[in-house]
């Protein structure tokens, strides 16, 4: 992740310290506004800053202010089996939400060899590879995915239908990292978007359309622009079908379907969070699967072969001028190894947000050096 000019670098501890007050500080209970604050500070260890601290004011703080997202969390139970459950999360964190919902998947796998949840009336939930890790740290396979609200046109498409909607899986291995692949199944994620609209840059050509289908570039029109739903994001695979696009919308209806029909809760517009020209709540939907690999074989055989699989592939012929072949979680893995001694980047404009919301919460004990 390229880091903006004017960049301070604070602590993970010393930023997730302030993320959790601030959670508490407007309505969150003290061991939910830890999980919202430990999911956070996850992104930007990984060096996904699109999901980190950067959108603890816009997509957390402002939707509990106007009312939009619940600060407490009624996480309930409306159908279950020995294998399986649907969740009502009332609106309340997502963050929470999810956590809970694979905690109840892993205890089930645990027990039964596989445990799905699915859950309705959610809210974001942060990086879906946050989820999907519990489970490989419980020696299990994690699958998580969620819709969103609607910013992705179907192949062949100009209207925005459907969300990002990341498919998430984490696989636990015999090295120093999971084989984790956490993406959207868009050719990029409105997080992206915003990272690039706070650094004044221009997105390359075929990420984003306008109603005509020609490519936008100007990242600071193009998050008005799906706001209004006059711009799309791109499925994975690109325009049309030349590339592949097809199978991008194919796996980005997959996640809608499941995150909706199984526990029938919202899906496409009606994400779009404004009724009768009001803010209102999204209420989204996630399923979580844990798979128990000791109901397959030994989970030390299993860890080995998924290893030997990623090192045998790591060490595949190059193209020429390619530096290095990577895997799935690695550059994950690399960007904590970078960070753990820096922290987190912050850029002038999230810097200012964050100054604006101590000040707002009146966290003066908190020093920072911009």
């Known amino acids: 992740m390229e880091i903006e000019k004017g960049s301070k670098w604070v602590k993970f501890g010393v930023m997730e310290s302030f993320m959790r007050d601030v959670f508490r500080g407007i309505g969150v209970p003290a061991d939910e506004a830890a999980i ?14 699109s999901h980190g601290v950067s959108r603890l004011k816009p997509i957390y703080y402002d939707r509990i202010k106007q009312g939009v997202q619940l600060a407490k969390t009624k996480f309930e139970i409306v159908r279950q089996t020995p294998t399986t459950a649907v969740i009502d999360g009332h609106n309340g964190m997502g963050h929470v939400i999810a956590v809970r919902a694979m905690e109840l998947a892993i205890k089930k796998a645990k027990k039964f060899g596989l445990g ?10 942060g990086i879906a590879g946050y989820h999907s890790l519990m489970a490989s740290k419980a020696g ?8 969103a609200r609607p910013s992705v046109a179907p192949t062949f498409g100009v209207e925005n239908m459907m969300g990002t909607n990341p498919l998430t899986f984490a696989i636990p291995t015999d090295e120093k990292f999971p084989f984790l692949l956490d993406c959207a199944t868009s050719i990029t994620q409105r997080g992206k978007i915003e990272v690039y609209a706070k650094l004044n840059k221009k997105m390359p050509k075929g990420w984003v359309i306008d109603k005509k289908g020609n490519s936008k570039t100007d990242s600071v029109a193009v998050l008005r622009d799906l706001v209004a ?10 325009i049309g079908e030349e590339l592949g696009g097809y199978k991008g919308y194919g796996y980005c209806a997959v996640v809608e379907i499941l995150s909706a029909a ?11 969070g404004v009724k009768d020209g009001k803010k209102v709540p999204y209420p989204l939907g996630h399923f979580f699967l844990a798979i128990n690999i000791e109901a397959f074989t030994s989970l030390r055989s299993f860890k080995q072969t998924a290893g030997d699989i990623l090192r045998e592939l790591r060490a595949s012929k190059k193209m020429p001028g390619a530096k290095k072949i990577y895997t799935a979680g690695e550059k994950e893995h690399l960007a904590w ?20 919301m101590r000040a707002e919460l009146g966290l003066h004990k908190y020093k920072f050096d911009f």
Request: with cysteine.
């Open 262 to 272: 199984l526990q029938q809760g919202a899906y496409m517009k009606m994400l779009l």
């Open 116 to 125: 799905m949840t699915a859950v309705r009336n959610s809210t974001h939930y």
């Open 337 to 356: 190894l970078h960070r753990k001694d820096k922290g987190v980047p912050l850029n002038r404009e999230t810097q200012k947000e964050i100054l604006a």
């Open 140 to 147: 299990m396979i994690g699958i998580t995915g969620t819709n």
């Open 36 to 49: 919202c604050a430990d999911v956070l500070i996850t992104a930007d260890k990984f060096g996904i800053d």
């Open 229 to 238: 739903g006059t711009a799309a994001l791109v499925p994975v695979g690109g």
